[in-house]
């Protein structure tokens, strides 16, 4: 990662600031937005958004199961993010079931790899568990994993049902591993309610993904499991929304991309007020897409289609440092272009992680010594 940039004011460029758009000015001091007489770089022709922050990004759990060794997974996930402008992301590991050891090994060595990385990175990237609900008998081996590495998020997913339906197709040791975890069907609720004790004495946050009826959002509710994350359908969202819970939706289902069926449901949970934020579901560029689709059909403006990416995400994870442009809080921002609408650069916490040949070029006219991670 390069260091901080020297002190500069970002000037000529709308900027979103306090739910507005304005030509203003942004000053960039030691990592932090701020104020003073500083060196100048013009912007014009330019937005200045805060940097978005994406709570389910980049899945790590196929490429390492592969044999791709997990630095080179994150160094991977970390330059996609920082060229599409988002400077907080979670990246998810998916914890299996009981039988499947496997991916606990995954997890942990690539949260040790996410540390070790850490002080290399161009974004603030951090590690989400997606837990299948089924993984009774691994319960001790996660909450190790747990008090060794905290990670972002965490999400309970139930998994086993759907893949039950193609359990023809599968190889002979998944079946196996399948057939142990419905064995322990009945210690499932004891086991969550043990693994969401440990969640709120850690003070992590968590929910479940992909949530296929109210019902099923209401007993995740109970427990304590707040996020409901891309939820199947709407009934879901809807009771999510009645008591409070924050709604993740995929930015790529609301651009009519998402793999799974129904592919306009988030759109139609979105427009009926049943989402506070986008995801990337693991496209990154899919992100400003969504914000983007969303204020050039009018169906929201560029102000509150930004908030979904940017400020109620960090809201949701209780990142107060960041997601607006506010002098004191941390100077991560993404420019674009004013016509094309392309991510021209970002710059997190303070420094130039991503940046167009054009506007490097404006950077180091007034900074030549800068440092500087251009693309």
């Not at 690539?110 to 290399?120: E, I």
């Not at 603030?124 to 609900?133: A, P, Y």
């Not at 946050?205 to 891309?230: F, H, M, N, V």
């Not at 819970?245 to 930015?251: C, E, H, K, N, W």
């Amino acid at each position: 990662m390069p260091a901080y940039l020297p002190d500069l004011c970002l000037t000529g460029a709308q900027v979103l600031r306090d739910g507005v758009m304005t030509c203003d000015t942004v000053g960039v001091s030691a990592g932090r937005l701020a104020e003073g007489r500083f060196t100048q770089v013009d912007l014009r022709g330019h937005l200045i958004l805060p940097g978005m922050v994406d709570l389910h990004g980049c899945r790590l759990e196929a490429p390492l199961a592969r044999g791709l060794p997990a630095e080179t997974a994150i160094l991977r996930a970390d330059t996609a993010a920082a060229a599409a402008g988002v400077t907080t992301g979670c990246v998810t590991l998916r914890w299996g079931w009981t039988g499947e050891t496997e991916f606990a090994d995954i997890c942990r060595t690539a949260l040790r790899a996410l540390d070790g990385l850490a002080p290399l990175l161009r974004c603030d990237l951090r590690g989400q568990l997606v837990v299948e609900t089924h993984s009774v008998d691994q319960q001790s081996s996660l909450l190790a994993l747990l008090d060794e590495r905290p990670v972002a998020s965490l999400l309970f997913r139930d998994g086993l049902e759907a893949a039950q339906r193609n359990r023809a197709a599968m190889p002979g040791p998944v079946r196996i591993a399948m057939d142990r975890a419905l064995a322990q069907r009945g210690e499932v609720p004891r086991h969550l309610c043990v693994l969401a004790d440990a969640l709120d004495r850690k003070g992590i946050p968590y929910g479940s993904l992909g949530d296929a009826d109210g019902e099923t959002r209401d007993y995740y509710t109970q427990i304590g499991a707040k996020l409901c994350a891309l939820p199947a359908r709407r009934a879901a969202a809807a009771l999510a929304r009645a008591v409070g819970d924050p709604i993740l939706l995929s930015a790529p289902e609301v651009l009519g991309k998402g793999a799974r069926p129904c592919p306009m449901a988030a759109r139609d949970m979105l427009a009926g007020g049943l989402g506070d934020a986008l995801v990337s579901d693991g496209r990154y560029p899919a992100l400003i897409e969504a914000a983007l689709t969303l204020a050039e059909e009018g169906r929201l403006g560029l102000p509150a289609a930004w908030w979904l990416v940017s400020s109620r995400p960090a809201e949701i994870l209780g990142l107060r440092d960041r997601g607006r442009i506010a002098n004191g809080l941390r100077a991560d921002l993404v420019i674009l272009n004013s016509d094309r609408k392309t991510v021209e650069a970002t710059i997190c916490d303070g420094r130039l992680v991503h940046a167009s040949p054009a506007i490097a070029a404006r950077f180091y006219d007034v900074a030549p010594d800068l440092p500087l991670a251009a693309e």
